[in-house]
């Protein structure tokens, strides 16, 4: 590339590129994209020998000692030579492996070919990878934990590299196996994937372009081309004819990337043992061979590819830097959010009880405010409504109310009952009414009120069931009824109570569950300590809701008692309004106008209605205007008691109400065995709070690195 100087790029940027290496160096480049140049190829591509040029060090070429794992090579300017080895682990090693990795590492005075053997040789120890087949014990061939080597000094311009395995497609024996094709593969292409990556995609020039897979898989993960830098080596091996074509190619007339093409000559074996300076070698080819001479000087030799490399590299860094800084900001704050929701470690019964009071302590406050509908206090409200107990529990106290004072008699008093029209003494045909609104829950069908359908009250036949009992029950009284009638009466004409009250408790039951498990699970991030502290509540919440049916089959109990009683006036004006009432129909059918006096009934029709009915008549008439009277006031006595003590005292508002169970004094009462039960984390909470750790451990690092001069 005419006119390009190494001054121009060795410091372009450098506090960026600077903090990039230290990025990849605390490990932050498993979690977040960075800009990097990886090195891919296939085997026996010459990705090593570029490699060698790139780096001006040579590799130890026995044994496949450089292609088992991935490399990354730093160069950077400093005052002083110092060339740093280590060995970063990968994300999912175990705690052990990684720990003995990261005590691993020196400096070392050069990397001349022993000592980079020898390198090589400790880092496939440390790894734990195969040797050459002689191990009793089956060892990977390959790892995913990445050799760093830094390399700083005065004469260094800043590049940082990373040389991952060649792909592969044939095993070898006693060395490699059909799984270690996939994995390099799987290894090679995550590196490959990184959006922000340059892939110097290394191809021999000698043998059809269109049959290497690893332009394929540029292709692949670089749709555009955008960000594949194409190197072509040995093309001193090109046959004789075919020059025109790998020069067309590289000059991006067949097969067009926006980072171009390079040409590298490397040195065969035969050079290198001669020793011949690879620069010299290149020049003397691309100087003097044909078609080789006519191609542009910047795109051939490793001399003009590390310059172009250093130029992609600090455009690259330049571009991502922000970015890379906004997203290392996002992960952390995502990995504190959800740190936070895992909630503080739960190791030991100290802990564990700090967990479940501060749970239990929210619980109660949630009740204070579903009890008192102050909703808009907590935000949780919104998320579900089942928290809203209070409007609901409201909603179907009034519709208990409504169909006890409309159907919850068996025979209507009047024709009119249940919005009847006239006074019709036919038949009409059975309407029906479910007793339960909500749904069952199968952890509390034993104790629940079953389903059922009850029948409107039957119209047209009061007065002849009244007959009928007060004909049974007649005995010598003159002109009035025996006294156990009216009890008699009363529990047939109450005999839905029981199944229209209970099946408005078994309802508030169901909604006071329901918001017990809504409500810990709103306050309890961890699903499986909510159902362990559901599992341990649940024998208690059944004996809590036990008391509340207990308590309305008293009330029920006592309404069926054989003495009506009630103190409440309203029973002797609602009976003297009924007496009133029938005397002023039978008046209202004798009334006449009389000019100035209005209506006006004369005195014999006002006493005829009473002098003309019988004895029989005028006791069943009294028994039905006192049954009437007597079972207004005790249907409403019975709607209030049960809504005041069975639910409102029972389920929702005394000191052993379901609701007032999960508690911090409840939790403080838990033994140490209960606690570790309850709230002690489960293998996967304290991998995933290991790995989380782990993450803002290295978030962290990274944002002092950003934050640094």
Known sequence: MAGHHPERYAFAEPMMLEKIDKLFACGI????????????????????????????????????????????????????????????????????????????????????????????????????????????????????????LEISGPDQEHLSIIDVPGIFKSTTKGLTTKADIGLVRNMVTGYMKNPRSIMLAVVPANVDVATQEILELAAEFDVHGDRTLGVLTKPDLVDTGAESGVAALSEGKARRMKLGWHISRNPGQKELQDNIDRNVLEADFFRSCVPWSSVDKDKVGVDSLRLRLKEVHSSLVKTEFPRVKIEIKSRLDACRERLAELGPERNNPAEQMAYLTRISTRFQRLVVLALNATHGADDVFETDHRLRIAPAIMSRMKTFSEEMA????????????????????????????????EDYLDELVNILHLQGSLQYPKRGYIRDWILQIFQNNRGFELGTFNASLLATCMKRQSSKWTDVGMGFVSDVIIMVHNYVETALASICNDPTVCNSLMDKLSDELIKRYQRAITNIQFLLDVEKSDTPLTLNHYFNENLQKSRQGHFTINIEKHAFHNGSHGRVVRLEHATQTTRSMSNEDYVMQDIHDILQSYYKVSRKTFVDSVCKQAVLHHLLQCEESPLALFSPIFVSQLSMTELEELAGEAPALKRSRSQLTKEMTSLLAAMKILARA
């Not at 120890?125 to 002689?134: V, Y």
């Not at 209507?412 to 309407?431: H, L, R």
């Open 406 to 437: 409309k159907y919850g008699h068996t025979y209507a008093f009047t024709a009119q009952d249940n919005d009847a029209a006239g006074d019709s003494e036919i038949e009409q045909p059975a309407k029906l009414f479910e007793i339960r609104k």
């Open 29 to 148: 480049g498993d979690l977040v994209d960075l800009p990097q140049i990886v090195v891919v190829g296939d085997q026996s591509s010459g990705k090593s020998s570029v490699l060698e040029g790139l780096i001006k060090k040579p590799f130890p070429r026995d044994s496949g000692l450089c292609t088992r794992f991935t490399t990354h090579i730093v160069f950077r300017r400093a005052i002083q030579e110092q060339i740093l080895v280590s060995i970063m682990p990968d994300r999912y090693a175990s705690p052990e492996h990684s720990s003995r990795l990261k005590e691993w590492g020196r400096a070392v005075p050069d990397l001349d070919p022993n000592t980079f053997r020898q390198i090589m040789e400790e880092a496939h120890l440390e790894m734990g990878l195969s040797g050459n087949g002689d191990e009793t014990e089956r060892k990977p061939t390959f790892s995913s934990d990445v050799l760093r």
